[in-house]
C-alpha cells in the first residue's frame, strides 16, 4: 500500500469521525504520537497507549458540532492534513474551535510516527 493510498482512506475515515478504526487499520503496534510541547498529552508510544489516549479524550468530549478534514498532502513516507473541530466538552457550556496540523510517516503501509501542530488550551485539554 502506497503512501497516498494509506493517506486517502485514513483521511477517508477521518471524515466519518472514525478515528479508532483508521488508527487500528493504520497504526503500527510501536507508532510514536507526539503532541505540542507543554500539553499534557505528551509524546506515546505505542497503539494501545494511542487508543488509551482516544477514549480519555471520548470521555472529555460532550459533543461534536463539526468535524473538517482537508484533503492530504503527500510526499514521498510523509502526509499531512488541517483538521478543524468545533466541540463542546463537558462542564463547559460554550462549543469550542479547534484547528491543528496532522503529519504522519508511513512505512511499509503503517503510520509509524503522527506529530499534531495546535495551540494548546490549557483550560481544556
Same mark, same amino acid.
Given at each position: 500500500?502506497?503512501?497516498?493510498?494509506?493517506?486517502?482512506?485514513?483521511?477517508?475515515?477521518?471524515?466519518?469521525?472514525?478515528?479508532?478504526?483508521?488508527?487500528?487499520?493504520?497504526?503500527?503496534?510501536?507508532?510514536?504520537?507526539?503532541?505540542?510541547?507543554?500539553?499534557? %498529552?505528551?509524546?506515546?508510544?505505542?497503539?494501545?497507549?494511542?487508543?488509551?489516549?482516544? %477514549?480519555?479524550?471520548?470521555?472529555?468530549?460532550?459533543?461534536?458540532?463539526?468535524?473538517? !478534514?482537508?484533503?492530504?498532502?503527500?510526499?514521498?513516507?510523509?502526509?499531512?492534513?488541517?483538521?478543524?473541530?468545533?466541540?463542546?466538552? %463537558?462542564?463547559?457550556?460554550?462549543?469550542?474551535?479547534?484547528?491543528?496540523?496532522?503529519?504522519?510517516?508511513?512505512?511499509?503501509?503503517?503510520? !509509524?510516527?503522527?506529530?499534531?501542530?495546535?495551540?494548546?488550551?490549557?483550560? !481544556?485539554?
Amino acid at each position: 500500500m502506497t503512501t497516498q493510498n494509506v493517506a486517502d482512506r485514513m483521511i477517508l475515515l477521518m471524515r466519518e469521525g472514525k478515528y479508532e478504526e483508521a488508527q487500528k487499520e493504520f497504526y503500527a503496534e510501536d507508532i510514536v504520537s507526539m503532541e505540542p510541547e507543554g500539553t499534557p %498529552k505528551g509524546t506515546v508510544h505505542g497503539l494501545d497507549a494511542i487508543l488509551e489516549r482516544g %477514549k480519555q479524550w471520548d470521555e472529555m468530549v460532550e459533543k461534536v458540532h463539526s468535524n473538517e !478534514v482537508s484533503d492530504p498532502i503527500v510526499a514521498d513516507n510523509f502526509f499531512s492534513c488541517s483538521l478543524k473541530s468545533r466541540i463542546t466538552f %463537558k462542564g463547559n457550556p460554550e462549543p469550542v474551535d479547534m484547528e491543528e496540523i496532522c503529519v504522519y510517516e508511513v512505512s511499509n503501509g503503517k503510520i !509509524v510516527k503522527e506529530q499534531f501542530f495546535y495551540t494548546p488550551m490549557p483550560e !481544556v485539554v
